[in-house]
């Protein structure tokens, strides 16, 4: 993607399952200049996640202080756990130039939306519900209450996607991140 574009903060969001992190391992895998921003949350580390590099893995104290001393942009609690992110390194992401990419749920998405009108906000979408559940499940890394948590919140979600700039299905993988690369080239392209 051309270089001299002016730099914009691109918010991904799906229900639980529905490939996002699949989806956009694909588009950095081909556009690696884009920063992925790390979230901070309360949840346990999956096997193989690491901290610092999947998450900022924080005690429930230590993400209230963060609230208590406005350290984030955004933060929501999504099925039992906090998530959030680090105000300061969006800002230093964008001063610095680089195009920055979260990967949040609906509630903090909206919020970026009012404190950042200029945020496009895309929201990727699964061909059905059924399809929805059997990733969610056959990815297995979560229990049963989890699932159930995670599965309660996409009525939800669904909703709220309505209000977002647009909507990609993740029906075939090639064709999520090809048109997840169409939007993204095309907001660049209007500044
Ligand atoms: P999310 O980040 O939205 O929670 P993941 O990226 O972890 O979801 O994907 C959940 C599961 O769905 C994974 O096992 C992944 O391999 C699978 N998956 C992702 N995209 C597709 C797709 N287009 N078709 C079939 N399976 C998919
Ligand atoms: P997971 O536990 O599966 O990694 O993430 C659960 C949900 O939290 C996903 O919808 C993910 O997009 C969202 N999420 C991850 N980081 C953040 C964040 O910093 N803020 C908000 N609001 N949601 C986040």
Known sequence: MNKNLKKKLFV???SSGVGKGTVLKG??????????????????????EIDGVN????????????????????WAEFAGN?????????EQCLTDGKD????IETNGALQVKEKMPEAVLIFIAP??????????RGRHTEDEAAIQKRLNEVKKELES?????????????EKAISELEQIIA??????
Not at 127 to 136: I, K, N
């Open 12 to 14: 991904i969001s799906g």
């Open 27 to 48: 588009f950095l895998n081909k556009h690696p200049e884009f920063m992925l921003s790390i979230s901070c949350t309360t949840r346990k580390p999956r096997k193989g």
């Open 55 to 74: 998450y900022f893995f924080l005690s429930k104290d230590d993400f209230q202080d963060c609230i208590a001393n406005n350290k984030f942009l955004e």
């Open 82 to 90: 906090f998530y959030g992110t680090k105000k300061k390194y969006i």
């Open 100 to 103: 920055v990419i979260l990967e």
């Open 127 to 136: 061909p059905s519900l059924e399809a929805l559940e059997s990733r969610l």
């Open 161 to 173: 996607a309505k209000k977002y700039d647009y909507n990609v299905v993740n029906d075939d993988l």
């Open 186 to 191: 095309g907001e660049q392209e209007k500044c």
